[in-house]
């Protein structure tokens, strides 16, 4: 079971649509030299990936091909190419670019400039002699619309942080309440990013589970991401007096979401949810790796499911009940919902079916909403809302996550790839970081020089303006450290790590070795 990039200098130059008959015998010529290449692969021993193929002699090799026929599928940008496991060392299913071939194949995934249309077994897609396109996979290399996901995401903690839990406290008109109450709902951006690093980080450990190298390059790769800022974080935060030595000291161990625990006062609220996520990151690997895909499909049910009745419980009884929204054991059902939404789309789940899973994932957060809110589900201080408000949020995201697929791979992608949005959402993690340091630097800035700034009764423009100014310096600082920061570590993340299947390739060689690209 391996997926190998074929590499090679052949270029088809003609961009315009080709009719079915127009496009089969170039198909056929193209598929013949890839056979070809095949069997000289096979007949020198050279490795497909990271296995060596079995040496079978060309008539062994054809006799196989005609007991199982190939199936070849063909994407705008590549092909994929089935073949049967009688020539490879291996017969494990293979679930790889989104979709899921046959048990007992390899795939060999070549560059091409045709629309997608399935040979042999599966379905075949033409009308009056040319090609339709069909949508590509949910699950995707690159998944811009997820940037959006993110966008959103921060942008909520910050007009959160940057009007309601700023200026809550003071008296303003109707319209300047209106806004504020408007931008409270902003902490749900945090429960947002709890199910879509779940679903993303369970996809990536699901994608590379049989890689040699899985635990060194994840680990790697997360640490690279994420410890860089982080700590530039903590020295700011120390040598600015903006929080405590022993917050800072816990936090350096990933443990800011418990120092109410250990008698310390939590002084930089966005650190909690990192150090979820960092429990997560520590945590998830192992369990991906040991258990089988239906395993884990069931432990992240079961994580879905238990969780609520923990803080039920935990409510009733009066065990902690302070960090209901942000102990690891009580938010853990979020970042489940996002492991489990990636565990279903890398089954062979259609794309209607997954449609109905949206709509039923959105009703049903709706609907749970209107009938728990006389019960109480719309706070944490009833039981009902301590129990499941989290649990109703993490299903309507789950919803969110999948919306934000299906329209990405559809005809109206333009509606999820803002470019406003995915900017915020590149710029995401390091805006998450900054902003409330920013805004707490602007109030000792203008405390000490120009105190008729900061923001008091019946004077929101005072709150507009610290919004943007302090805002916009958190903005402007969480790009350039993306930028000439965070990228710098970015780039070693191929460089530390060995390679894994997915991004190998074959040396490129001479004509009468046909290893083939038809260019897009």
């Not at 800072?248 to 625990?261: E, K, W």
């Not at 390091?430 to 923001?455: E, K, N, Q, T």
């Amino acid at each position: 079971m391996q997926l190998a990039r074929w590499r090679a200098k052949k270029t088809i130059n003609s961009s315009a649509p080709k009719t079915l008959k127009q496009t089969i015998p170039e198909f056929s010529f193209e598929v013949a030299k890839i056979v070809f290449g095949l069997i000289k692969i096979i007949a020198s021993n050279r490795e497909l990936g990271s296995r060596a193929l079995p040496k079978l002699s060309p008539p062994d090799f054809f006799r196989q091909l005609v007991r199982n026929p190939p199936i070849v599928s063909l994407m705008p940008h590549f092909a994929h190419l089935w073949l049967p496991t009688d020539v490879y060392q291996d017969d494990a299913p293979i679930e790889r670019c989104g979709m899921a071939s046959r048990p007992g194949s390899i795939i060999v995934r070549i560059p091409n400039r045709f629309q997608r249309i399935q040979f042999g077994t599966r379905q075949q897609v033409w009308s009056k002699n040319k090609l339709t396109p069909t949508p590509p996979s949910l699950i995707r290399p690159v998944m811009p619309e997820l940037d959006a996901i993110r966008g959103i995401a921060v942008l909520g903690v910050l007009f959160l942080h940057a009007f309601w839990w700023q200026a809550a406290g003071l008296h303003f008109g109707p319209l300047a309440r209106t806004f504020l109450s408007a931008t409270q709902p902003g902490w749900l951006g945090v429960n947002l990013f709890f199910v879509l690093s779940g679903f993303l980080i369970t996809g990536i450990l699901l994608d590379s589970k049989e890689n040699p190298s899985f635990y060194r390059r994840f680990y790697t790769r997360r640490a690279l991401r994420i410890l860089p800022p982080y700590y530039l974080l903590l020295i700011l935060l120390l040598v600015l007096h903006s929080s405590s030595l022993s917050f800072v000291g816990l936090s350096f161990v990933y443990l800011a979401n418990l120092t109410t625990l250990f008698g310390v006062a939590c002084s930089y609220g966005p650190l909690w949810s990192l150090a979820v996520e960092e429990h997560f990151y520590i945590v998830w690997p192992a369990v991906v790796r040991k258990l089988t895909f239906a395993q884990l499909a069931a432990v992240s049910g079961g994580i879905v499911l238990f969780v609520p009745m923990l803080r039920a419980l935990c409510f009733h009884l009066d065990w902690g009940k302070d960090g209901l929204a942000w102990y690891t054991w009580f938010v853990a059902d979020g970042l489940a919902a996002g492991s489990l939404l990636a565990i279903i789309l890398r089954t062979a789940i259609t794309r209607k079916q997954a449609s109905w899973l949206c709509a039923s994932l959105l009703s049903c957060a709706i609907l749970l909403g209107i009938l728990g809110r006389p019960f109480g589900i719309t706070t944490r201080e009833r039981l009902l809302g301590a129990a499941l408000q989290h649990t109703m949020i993490n299903i309507l995201f789950a919803g969110v996550v999948l919306l934000f697929l299906l329209f990405g791979t559809g005809l109206n992608k333009r509606y999820v790839n803002n470019p406003v949005l995915r900017f915020f959402g590149y710029i995401s993690y390091g805006l998450y970081l900054d902003h409330i340091l920013a805004f707490r630097m602007y109030d000792r800035i203008c405390s000490r020089y120009w105190p008729g700034l900061i923001p008091s009764d019946q004077h929101f423009t005072l709150v507009l303006l610290k919004a943007a100014v302090a805002g916009g310096g958190a903005i402007g600082a969480a790009y350039l450290s993306r930028k000439y920061f965070e990228e710098r570590f970015l780039r070693l993340k191929d460089r530390l790590v060995v390679t894994v299947v997915e991004d190998v390739e074959l040396p490129t060689v001479s004509v009468a070795e046909p290893v083939i690209q038809i260019a897009s």
